[in-house]
C-alpha cells in the first residue's frame, strides 16, 4: 500500500524553527539570517594570515565582501588561532583603527571589531565601530566598561582557557550545558554592568577549547541556545574540526563549512561569521527559498512543518 505523502510527513519531527525577517541587536538592524564577513589584517590568522596586511588591501577586500552579499564586517587585528600569542596593545590600534574609519567612509554596511583589549575597544568604537565581538565575553579588566559606556552592540563568546591553551586536552561533563551557563552567567556580567540584553548576541564557540565531537555536540544541539534570549552569532568557517572530520587542509574546507553553516541556520542560528561571503550567499538564498515554501506548506494545512513566521 502506497501511502500519501502527507502520511508520511506528519510522522517526521517539525523541522522549522523561528524565521524573522530582521535582527535587532542594539543600534544593527540586520537580515535574519546575517553574514559576518571576515576580515583579519594579521600577519597570523590560521586562514588569511597576511592577505590583508595593508589598508588598501583590507579595504578592497571587504568592498568585495559588501559586492557579494555581506551584511556587515568584522575587523580583527589579533590572531586568535590555537596557539596563538597576545599582541600588543599599540599594535592591535595600529592594525585596526585605521581599518575602521575607512570602512566607515567607504561602505554602508556595519563595522564590529573583533578584539578583547579594552582600549582597542574604545578606539574602534570611536572610529565608528557598531558592535564588539570578544572571544573572551569581556571578561578582561575594563572591558565591560568600555562597551557600556556606549550604545554598541556586542557578541559574547565562550572559549575554554586562551588562545595560547584552549586546544590543550579540552575537557567538558556535559559540553552544551557547559557552554549555555558560561554564556547565561556572561549575559548577567553585561546586565549587571548596564548593558542590557538588547545589545547582547552569544557565540558558543565553536574550535575554541572544543574536541571535534565537543564541536559536533553543540552543533546538534545549538537550539538549546534559545533559552539565552540572545542572537546566536556561529563562526564555524574553515575551522579545523573540518580538517579532522574530513581530512582537508585550511583551503579545502568550503563544502564542510557550508554543509554545517546550513545545518546551523536550520537551527536558529542569526548570524554566520564566514571567509567565503559569495559562496554563504548563495546557500542562504536556497535556505531561505525552500524555508518559505515549507511555511507556505504549512499554512496551507499541510502537517508536520512548524508555522513560525516569515524568511527575510
Not at 36 to 54: A, K
Not at 232 to 253: I, N, P, T
Not at 275 to 299: F, P
Request: glycine share 8%.
Amino acid at each position: 500500500m502506497v501511502r500519501s505523502a502527507g502520511a508520511i510527513f506528519a510522522r517526521l519531527p517539525v523541522i522549522v524553527t523561528q524565521v524573522k525577517d530582521t535582527i535587532s541587536v542594539g543600534p544593527l538592524q540586520l537580515p535574519k539570517p546575517a553574514l559576518m564577513g571576515v576580515l583579519n589584517v594579521t600577519p597570523d590568522s590560521f586562514s588569511d594570515g597576511g592577505r590583508f596586511d595593508t589598508l588598501d588591501r583590507a579595504v578592497a577586500a571587504a568592498e568585495n565582501m559588501a559586492a557579494q552579499g555581506a551584511d556587515l564586517i568584522d575587523v580583527g587585528g589579533e590572531s586568535t588561532r590555537p596557539g596563538a600569542e597576545p599582541v600588543d596593545t599599540d599594535e592591535e590600534l595600529e592594525r585596526v583603527v585605521p581599518v575602521v574609519e575607512a570602512l566607515r567612509a567607504r561602505l554602508a554596511l556595519p563595522v564590529s571589531v573583533d578584539t578583547s583589549n579594552p582600549t582597542v575597544m574604545r578606539e574602534a568604537l570611536a572610529a565608528g565601530a557598531q558592535l564588539v565581538n570578544d572571544v573572551r565575553a569581556l571578561s578582561r579588566p575594563g572591558a565591560l566598561e568600555a562597551v557600556a559606556e556606549t550604545d554598541a552592540a556586542v557578541c559574547l563568546m565562550h572559549m575554554r582557557g586562551t588562545p595560547l591553551t584552549m586546544q590543550a586536552n579540552p575537557d567538558y561533563a556535559e559540553v552544551v550545558d557547559e557552554v549555555a551557563a558560561f554564556l547565561a552567567q556572561a549575559v548577567q556580567r553585561c546586565e549587571a554592568a548596564g548593558i542590557d540584553r538588547s545589545r547582547i548576541m552569544v557565540d558558543p564557540g565553536f574550535g575554541f577549547g572544543k574536541t571535534l565531537q565537543h564541536n559536533l555536540t553543540l552543533l546538534a544541539r545549538l537550539p538549546e541556545l534559545e533559552s539565552l534570549g540572545c542572537p546566536v552569532l556561529v563562526g564555524l568557517s574553515r575551522k579545523s574540526m573540518f580538517g579532522q572530520l574530513l581530512d582537508r587542509a585550511v583551503d579545502e574546507r568550503l563544502a564542510g563549512t557550508l554543509a554545517a553553516g546550513q545545518l546551523a541556520l536550520d537551527a536558529g542560528a542569526h548570524v554566520l561569521r564566514v571567509h567565503d561571503v559569495a559562496e554563504h550567499h548563495d546557500m542562504r538564498q536556497v535556505w531561505r527559498s525552500v524555508r518559505r515554501l515549507q511555511i507556505q506548506s504549512t499554512k496551507k494545512g499541510r502537517p508536520g512543518i512548524a508555522d513560525q513566521g516569515e524568511p527575510g
